[in-house]
């Protein structure tokens, strides 16, 4: 073993002494024999010319004695790497250009893998995150749902003291505070974390300390833990930082503490700009606080098993205070029958090396498609070179054809040609890290909306860099397996006389590369249908009727709670903050409600009627807003049929709603819903009013976009049953809405200047709820366009090669009389041959790969005819396009000038 | 002239190599020169596989090579057997013995 690897350096190092030696031995054996033929009496001459035959090729048997000694692997791939260098350099448009389309698919397969990488993959920068599990609580009346991650603050105190198997178990919330005390909003990330959160971690103070269990008491002062990043930035990195203070929420908190750099929390995509304790949700709250509350649904648990539970044990003691937990925490209030549901509920163990993330539930598919996406565009791209460089091999065909005579054997010529393609391929990887470092920070800003920034680490990791890596690989031989092995089967003869071989051999030689330009077309087709199907679906969710005008609406949302109004004066406020900005000017009308549509928050419930067929259940389900009299006049939502809410509808009047067709339709069919009465679903113990319906409204879009319509009630903002300590208010503007924020945030200040404001557009927060759809659409398209182009480019490339390949027979045609149009067919001919073959196999690649993306899809089915006929029409005319350019060059030939190459 | 020569069956060659080597240090010809002798003019080795072979063979750590000076006062290389070589010989002897005595044995009985 030993010996061997010395004998291969020393082959290798040594070679110029090791080259000599062989020739020096085989001359010796050489001369030997001349001396020995001489002996037995023949002439000097006939002597050397009979060892010479037995001698054979001096080369060849030189290459055999590399390759027993094994050599060759080594010494002929540095060898391949210099030579090839040389010949790639010796066509540097040819060469960039392979290496630019190289680049992008690499670049863009790279970018979208290191997005799915740090989304889905990467493990949490924590203390040994593999052994993290997250505790969720399963419910047994609906056992095929994905088990539920959120606590209320009894639960987890249960849990957290009956619990004896997790050496550290913590809970966690993350939330927005706001800086300002007054005046604009300025929100940060917060995380609420109960005593054990770092220490379970095993994150490290990078100044001062972090929260403790000391700190996590009921009634606990308001201390807070600022992440590195915060520091840095609103610090400076000071440590006089520590022991100061920082206004959250209107209430002042003590920073104790720094964490360590590169701790960003437990959700991937968000990083925590402050922590502060469990507890410190009592300061905010009041004395209605979320801490006793047992239907207040806000916290995540996740803890590190005590070492040596495997996690089938771990479950199994989950199971046994499963029970007594649940049983302790027992909502009082709940009806009978979910009381017992309750009680049924148990917890189960998820592992959570990778962190929580919401970003994974929302692009996880899209991520996916894309990767799709960018994985066809890398083939496509690799079809092309692959014809590239088998035109080029052909134009090496004398090339290969000398070094065969010489005594080069296949292999060696193939591994030649390989590592030619493998360093164009290394070439495009290098760059596209490069591109795919740029386009995946684009990404995150992209898919970052106004009110949720997406943090990412986007650092590049070993699965990454192996991905690249390995892509580049594969590519590499992908294209140039091929035409590496149909351009060593030469024919040494043919090769040799200087022609490039018969008729009937150069149309043979274009079949593979009709297979690679067909095939582009059929890739091409797929990527085409895809972005026509995600483009139309956004085209539709973006100019479909809403039922409401979101243009130039500026939506304020105002919160009294946290400028330390008492309930009972906010109603007043409230009003008098609607009158001052409805007269501004610029302001055409002006509302407020609870909710603006498409804001993600959502307020539902059961409603009764007195009907023998009421709906139950889900079908019972309503969706509600309390709105001012000028909100649906505001948002522009039509008023069908009854009256709009007045002045008149006080909180003492009768209680009355407006409705919308869904909702009248549902629990009033055949009947007209005017006029009637319904009750919303009481709190336990408590009667419900009836409620009459006054007003009819077109349906509008409440959740997302996407909806079908929800059965929608809307209330006199003045007849609101609970706190709304934030309310939203919402001004039809004559100008462009952001310019009127100033005024705005004037005529607050004039009411009181301690409330904080946060502005929006409704055309913002409808279009940020279409990131998903926008992302697709955006990059297929892109992606798509971009996979024609590389097709066009094959074809052209691939029938310029035909043309110049058939041009004396072209030649011989016209000489014979063969008008011109005839030779335009010709060529023509093999274009629609190309084109229908790829056609083909595209719309049946298409039809079976298309009913992964339904699920994305909005409004259209997706095996769509127009988006097939108009992605069959580009694709074809653009075919035509790169076919014509040669096709019109042969025509043009003159029949002498191509005569005379023969 | 070539017509009563015959082919050396695969893998023998390394087997008269190593078996030729086992008298003295030789090079290249001399080896082929002795080969074609002892046989009786029955096998001729060609130097496209004679030298392969000896490089594969000094790969392997059976033989080794240096250069010395020839009975024309020539640099040639000169090969002798190596322990690991004479081992190899003889294990190659042996199974080279029992397969033809086998063979013959089938060709004179069946």
């Known amino acids: ?902 | 002239m070539a017509n009563k020569r015959i082919e050396l069956p695969q893998g023998t060659l390394d087997l008269l190599i190593l078996r030729t080597l086992a008298l003295e240090p030789q090079h290249g010809w001399a080896i082929s020169e002795r080969i074609q002798q002892i046989s009786s003019d029955v096998l001729l080795i060609q130097q496209g596989s004679l030298y392969p072979a000896l490089h594969r063979l000094e790969r392997r750590g059976w033989i080794k090579a240096k250069w010395g000076t020839s009975e024309n006062n020539r640099r040639a290389k000169y090969y002798e057997l190596t322990k690991a070589g004479r081992k190899q010989l003889e294990l190659e002897q042996d199974s080279w013995k029992k397969l033809t005595a086998a063979v013959a044995q089938i060709l004179e009985t069946a």
């Open chain 1, 1 to 902: 073993m030993f010996n061997d690897l010395f004998f291969r350096l020393r082959s290798l190092f040594r070679h110029d002494t090791v080259e000599s030696e062989a020739d020096t031995e085989l001359r010796f054996h050489f001369d030997q024999q001349v001396e020995k033929l001489l002996k037995s009496g023949l002439t000097r001459e006939e002597a050397v010319r009979r060892a010479r035959l037995e001698f054979g090729g001096h080369e060849q048997l030189k290459e055999e004695i590399r390759d027993a000694r094994g050599v060759n692997l080594i010494e002929t791939l540095f060898q391949d790497i210099r030579y090839g260098l040389r010949i790639l350099g010796r066509t540097p448009v040819i060469s960039s250009i392979a290496v630019l389309s190289l680049a992008l698919g690499i670049g863009a397969n790279t970018a979208i893998f290191s997005l799915i990488d740090t989304v889905m993959l990467r493990m949490l920068p924590v203390q040994k995150p593999e052994e993290l599990t997250q505790v969720r609580i399963r419910e047994p009346r609906s056992p095929n749902d994905e088990p539920s991650p959120t606590f209320t603050n009894p639960l987890w105190e249960a849990l957290r003291d009956r619990q004896d198997f997790y050496s550290g178990i913590f809970a966690w919330s993350l939330t927005q505070f706001d800086l300002s005390q007054g005046g604009a909003v300025h929100d940060i990330n917060g995380t609420f974390a109960s005593g054990d959160y770092f220490s379970t971690l095993g994150v490290r103070p990078a100044a001062g300390r972090l929260i403790s269990e000391a700190d996590d008491r009921r009634g606990c002062p308001g201390v807070v833990v600022l992440s590195y990043g915060f520091w840095q930035e609103h610090f400076g990195g000071e440590q006089s930082a520590v022991g100061g203070s920082l206004s959250l929420d209107n209430h002042i908190f003590t920073i104790i503490g720094v964490s360590a750099s590169g701790f960003f929390g437990l959700e991937v995509g968000n990083k925590f700009d402050v922590a502060i304790p469990v507890c410190a949700a009592g300061i905010f709250d009041g004395p209605k606080s979320r801490l006793d509350r047992r239907s207040w649904w806000w916290l995540n648990v996740a803890g590190r098993s005590k070492p040596g539970l495997r996690p089938e044990q771990l479950e199994a003691r989950l199971g046994v205070v499963s029970p007594q937990v649940f049983r302790a925490t027992l909502p009082q209030d709940w009806e009978p029958k979910y009381q017992q549901d309750y009680l049924k509920r148990s917890f189960d163990s998820t592992p959570a090396a990778t962190g929580t993330s919401y970003l994974r539930r929302q692009f996880t598919q899209p991520l996916h498609i894309l990767m799709g996406v960018v994985g066809l565009v890398l083939l496509i791209a690799c079809a092309n070179i692959a014809s590239l460089m088998l035109a080029r091999a052909s134009a090496r065909h004398k090339e290969i054809a000398v070094r065969k005579a010489l005594g080069a054997s296949r292999a060696r010529l193939i591994r030649q040609l390989l590592t030619e393609c493998v360093l164009l391929s290394t070439a495009g990887a290098l760059l596209g890290i490069f591109f795919a470092r740029w386009g995946s920070s684009l990404l995150v800003r992209y898919i970052s909306t106004g009110d949720t920034k997406v943090f990412l680490d986007l650092t590049l990791d070993w699965r990454i860099l192996s991905f690249t890596a390995g892509v580049a690989v594969f590519t590499g031989l992908l294209f140039g397996v091929l035409p590496a092995f149909r351009s060593t089967r030469v024919s040494l003869t043919s090769a040799m006389k200087g022609s490039q071989g018969a008729e009937g051999e150069s149309r043979a030689k274009f079949r593979p590369g009709k297979w690679i330009v067909a095939s582009q077309v059929a890739l091409s087709l797929v990527l085409l249908v895809a972005s026509g199907l995600f483009l139309r679906s956004l085209v539709k969710l973006v100019t479909m009727d809403v039922g409401f005008d979101r243009n130039n609406v500026l939506i304020v949302r105002a919160n009294l709670h946290n400028a330390k109004v008492a309930p009972p004066e906010q109603p007043a406020m409230f009003d008098e903050i609607e009158s001052r900005v409805r007269s501004l000017p610029g302001v055409i009308s002006a509302s407020r409600s609870v909710m603006t549509p498409v804001s993600n928050y959502v307020w539902n419930s059961g409603l009764d009627v007195d009907a023998p067929n009421a709906p139950t259940g889900e079908a019972a389900l309503a969706f509600f807003n309390f709105v001012s009299p000028g909100y649906l006049g505001t948002v522009r939502t039509p008023l069908l049929a009854g009256r709009n809410f007045s002045d008149g509808d006080t909180k003492t009047a009768p209680r009355v709603a407006v409705v919308n067709e869904t909702l009248a339709r549902r629990f009033f069919p055949n009947e007209e819903a005017l006029g009637k009465y319904f009750r919303v679903h009481p709190d336990p113990g408590k009667q419900a009013p009836p409620i009459q319906i006054v007003g009819l409204a077109k349906d509008a879009k409440y959740e997302s976009l996407r909806e079908e319509a929800h059965a929608t009630a809307y209330f006199p903002i003045a007849q609101i049953t609970e706190d709304a300590e934030e309310q939203v208010f919402e001004l039809r503007t004559a100008v462009r809405p952001s310019a009127l924020v100033p005024s705005v945030q004037d005529a607050v200040a004039g009411v009181s200047r301690a409330i904080p404001l946060e502005f929006h557009t409704l055309a913002e927060q409808v279009d940020d709820s279409l990131v998903q759809e926008r992302l697709l659409a955006t990059l297929s398209t892109f992606f798509g366009v971009l996979a024609l182009l590389l097709a066009m480019i094959g074809l052209y490339g691939a029938l310029s090669y035909l043309v110049a390949q058939r041009q004396p027979e072209f030649g011989i045609r016209m000489a014979l009389g063969a008008p011109q149009g005839s030779i335009l067919r010709l060529v023509m001919r093999d274009v629609l041959v190309v084109l229908a073959g790829g056609l083909t196999a595209g719309v049946s690649i298409s039809f079976a790969a298309v009913g992964l993306l339904q699920k994305m899809l909005f409004g259209l089915d997706a095996r769509d005819t127009l988006t097939l006929l108009a992605s069959i029409g580009v694709l074809s005319f653009v075919a035509f396009l790169a076919g014509y350019l040669p096709a019109r060059r042969a025509m043009r030939i003159d029949p002498m000038v191509a005569l005379r190459y023969e």
